[in-house]
């Protein structure tokens, strides 16, 4: 508790520098929320993935974007830049504390930026969560978005949960529209090299169709058989933009951590 304490006040102390030097940018959350991003670099993954979003899944100024499990704004804070009437931005977390923190920074931007809360349970990030994410409606009407961002998402859902998101992200997509979503995929085209692989996928959850890296918290990390994945996209009528994009998280050289799949509607 001590030291828990100790470090708080220690990052509290690094932030208040930061704005007395004028080197905080507004939309970059305080070190003390830095359990959101994981292990990555708030800023240098968001301007990753700005790049992915133009190259990979033609992101539009106009577009209308929805970000599934937008944390506390990695995505966001670069699309601020990007966005422009009638474009918009939407997202929701089942963290209630990062939308929170998101309402209050993300105002009077070029276009609307939207942010809501689902409670919904995970047994890693939200323990105590309300719903089941396999059956979580979203909040939003259906054809109303050009493009659905989904960071770190699927890789932290099992199979009930991952195949619901997959037919509420069609339903939300509009004609032409595009998903972009990374994954952890195995088999298929995408086998995972035993050697350097950062995760060892050696248990299957109990959907028979997960593997996760710890039965313990099972969505820590979940992969899933590429042959899946590819089955339920057919299903939801989401083709996909060939090449994916496999991660240099197996061990192997990639164009990001996590497999990259692009589909669109």
Known sequence: MVSRALRALQLRAADLADVARGRRDPLTPPRRYLDFVGDSDFQATG???LEHFRTLAGLQATDR???????IGRMARVL???LRPPGSYDGFDISLEAIEWCRRHYVRMGVPFTFGHAD???SLYNPG??????????????RSFDLVIATSVFTHLLADAADHYLAQAARVLAPRG???ATWLLVGGDSPASSHGAAFDFSA???????????????????AYPETWLRSRLAEYRLRVREPI???TWRGREGLSFQDIVVVER
Request: charge should be negative.
């Open 129 to 142: 969560g309300r719903a089941a994410p396999s059956e979580y409606q979203f909040p939003y009407l259906d």
């Open 80 to 82: 601020t830049r990007e």
């Open 178 to 180: 595009r998903l972009f």
């Open 65 to 71: 974007v929805l970000d599934v499990g937008c944390g």
């Open 204 to 222: 299957v959850a109990g959907d028979g169709v997960a593997l996760v890296a710890d039965p313990a918290v099972p969505e820590a990390a979940v």
């Open 245 to 247: 994009r496999y991660g």
């Open 47 to 49: 301007e990753e993935f």
């Open 120 to 122: 919904l349970a995970n």
